[in-house]
């Protein structure tokens, strides 16, 4: 048969794999949300590539019109950024 102590040893293993096995609420908690924030960043980041593939292909016209708009507001910002006094300024 088994020798006791190897009886033994080999419980405790078990029960220490079947700690590792299973994982605490917390822990549980906190892969789930991880899950779920990268899952919606991954779709948001493939909505946009796509959307930018149709735009750059002009598929949607209308999608041009408002990054055409967009980029000149940037320009814009930056324009006005750059002359400000406050940015100016020596130190």
């Given at each position: ?75 814009q ?11 100016n300024?020596?130190?």
């Open positions: 048969m088994i020798d006791p102590d190897l009886k033994t040893y080999l419980a405790e293993i078990n029960q220490n794999l079947v700690k590792l096995a299973r994982p605490s609420k917390w822990t549980a908690l906190i892969h789930g949300m991880l899950t779920g924030l990268g899952y919606v960043i991954g779709v948001a980041i493939a909505i946009a590539a796509i959307g930018w593939i149709l735009n750059f292909v002009g598929v949607i016209p209308a999608m041009k019109a408002q990054v055409d708009k967009w980029q000149q507001i940037i320009e910002t930056q324009q006005q950024y750059k002359t400000s006094p406050i940015n300024q020596k130190k």
